[in-house]
């Protein structure tokens, strides 16, 4: 590309005016809507204080309108990876305001189509500029912010453009992962904007939507190794004929049988980039064997050995020239590329033994009782020695010995798998077994997602059913002094989030009623009392059929708590 690649609004505005910047709900969104809605969060974020915005957005291409409306007001935005009531309260140290879906309590600007005011002009951000700041994914510990400059990202999507542009060709971007997170971000905003190719707004939930989607045309998928390690082969992806140009996974190693079914049900085997949040991507790979495939460096980056067997790189994806060592250990090959053989942070230390959390999983996984595991050492008591919690999805196998013989016989069989192969004072001392892992919302296992599992109070509330009709029904709802989420939220007097109002909403209205899969909105949504523990609260619930929503009411004798629309898409089943 021999213009700025950054430069993406004029980029974009020097497109003809049918150019389609995306598709949403089948419909296209052209040249000038966009820069429209572009220039309606540019209005908004010239007439707000501070710098640093915190951005969150469903919508693919709105992100990307409020993504450069923020960057052309010359703000700072932070990536959310949620709104979740911790990650917000984390984020409110560090920014002046909040942009878009965030929950209400938080005074989240939002762009209307009346706010297109008059520009104020601003110098253009320099190649050298923090406009972004992203975090660390979590997987081993607390997220990390990690400012990213304007000459980073662009580098980032030159070299994925002469990479695999060819490839791609003008395919439409469809993607399962959120571009609330790095890897999204660059595969399924920037680089399409970049290039011209047209992205889809709404992110792909489940293999169905991707192979009726993918019957559109020419297409890219970006997705995430969970999510092709669970591709069904009943669907009948043949018969639909999905033109992928290409099929990319990132965030964590797709197993080769993985790689290999999903390139025989795709057509595409994925092309799996290595990389993190503080370096960029690093490397590429194809598992077309049943050997692991090594690594190969992207186009300017360079890769040695470093103390301990790390890995250390090199590129303009960094903030500097220098060398970055990685905590992931590797085995360089003659030809340059390398092999990955774990990370250095999954090392513990109990009781002076060091001790491999990957060796650990690597010998349960082994068991027929056992088809995925992670370990991770957790401190019920900070002032105890630390300890192993491992967590299990079994096998049909390890299911029935669950079902028949209870848990201390399924704990009692892993341990003794662990005999002789570990050390004693490696052995779980926690076990969980899951139906799945679980991920967020870019397929990663996060350590806290695993952590809080361990958690045995109760989450949801006592709950009598007082009115039942066909599209209403009316609930009476304690909710334990002892609830999980009050945690935080606040010491001295708990108070029930409104996430959670909402999530409860939306699971009884599943429960009573026939709601279209997938959650679109809230609208008129409105918390005027609290919910206290211990006290009875009615919600009420009304499904309009017509409108694919449902109304729902918190409230008590003589105070309404909450109320709001809760708004869905696609078809219904059941």
């Known amino acids: 590309m021999s213009e700025p690649v950054f430069d993406l609004l004029r980029l974009t505005a020097s497109r003809p005016a049918e150019h389609v910047v995306g598709w949403r709900d089948g419909a296209p969104i052209t040249r000038d809507a966009f820069l429209g809605r572009v220039a309606a969060w540019r209005s908004v974020l010239n007439k707000a204080s501070g710098r640093k915005f915190a951005l969150y957005l469903e919508d693919s291409i709105e992100f990307a309108a409020a993504l450069l409306g923020a960057w052309d007001a010359s703000k700072v935005i932070w990536l959310a990876a949620d709104t979740l009531l911790a990650s917000c309260v984390a984020l409110c140290k560090s920014v002046d305001g909040f942009l878009g879906d965030f929950p209400p309590a938080w005074s989240p600007l939002k762009a209307t189509v009346d706010d297109v005011g008059a520009d104020i002009d601003h110098p253009a951000p320099v190649e050298g500029a923090v406009v972004l700041v992203v975090h660390t994914s979590g997987t081993s510990g607390e997220a990390q912010p990690i400012d990213k400059r304007l000459s980073q990202l662009a580098s980032e999507v030159a070299t994925l453009e002469s990479l695999f542009g060819v490839r791609l060709g003008e395919s439409t971007i469809l993607a399962t992962v959120s571009h609330q997170h790095i890897y999204g971000l660059l595969f399924k905003i920037l680089w399409p904007l970049a290039t011209g190719r047209a992205i889809h707004a709404q992110m792909i939930h489940f293999p169905e939507d991707l192979a009726r989607m993918a019957g559109d ?10 999510f092709l390690k669970r591709l069904p082969q009943h669907v009948q992806w043949a018969g639909n004929a999905p033109p992928l140009r290409a099929v990319f996974s990132s965030g964590g190693p797709l197993p080769p049988a993985s790689a290999q079914l999903a390139g025989m049900l795709l057509g595409q085997v994925p092309i799996e980039v ?84 990957d060796a650990i999983e690597h010998v349960l996984q082994a068991s027929d009782l056992v088809t995925d595991v992670r370990v991770v050492v957790c401190e019920d008591d900070p002032r105890e020695r630390q300890r192993l919690a491992a967590f299990v999805v079994l096998s049909e196998r390890g299911k029935c010995l669950l079902r028949d013989q209870g848990k201390l016989a399924v704990n009692g069989r892993l341990r003794d798998v662990l005999l002789g192969a570990v ?91 026939a ?47 909450a109320s709001g629309r809760i708004l869905f898409a696609g078809e219904t089943h059941g």
């Not at 045309?217 to 969970?226: E, F, K, R, V, Y």
């Not at 460096?297 to 500097?320: K, N, Q």
């Not at 020239?321 to 053989?341: H, I, K």
């Open 217 to 226: 045309g020419a297409c890219t998928l970006i997705a995430s190794p969970a």
């Open 423 to 513: 050390e004693p004072v490696a052995l779980p001392r926690r076990w969980r077994y899951l139906d799945r892992m679980p991920l967020n919302a870019q397929g990663k296992t996060t350590h806290a997602l695993l952590l809080a599992t361990l958690d045995e109070r109760p989450r949801v509330p006592a709950v009598r059913e007082v009115v039942r009709e066909a599209q209403r029904v009316e609930l009476e709802l304690i909710v334990p002094p002892e609830l999980y989420y009050f945690d935080g939220h606040f010491p001295e007097a708990p108070i029930l989030p409104g996430v959670v109002q909402l999530d409860w909403a939306i699971g009884k209205g599943r429960e009573y009623f």
């Open 274 to 357: 290595y990389g993190s949040s503080e370096t960029g991507g690093i490397a590429w790979r194809q598992n077309t064997s049943n050997a692991e495939a090594p690594w190969h460096p992207l186009p300017g980056v360079a890769c040695r050995m470093a103390v301990h067997g790390l890995l250390a790189v090199r590129s303009s994806h960094l903030p500097d020239g220098e060398w970055f060592c990685l905590a992931d250990r590797a085995a360089m090959q003659n030809d340059g590329s390398f092999l990955l053989q774990g990370r250095a942070d999954r090392i513990a230390k109990i009781e002076e033994k060091r001790i491999s959390l």
């Open 515 to 561: 709601l279209p899969p997938h959650f679109r909105a809230v609208h008129a949504l409105k918390f005027q009392h609290v919910i206290q523990a211990g006290k009875p609260v009615t919600l009420e619930l009304t499904h309009d059929i017509d409108r694919g929503c449902l109304h729902f009411r918190y409230f008590s004798r003589d105070t309404q708590h």
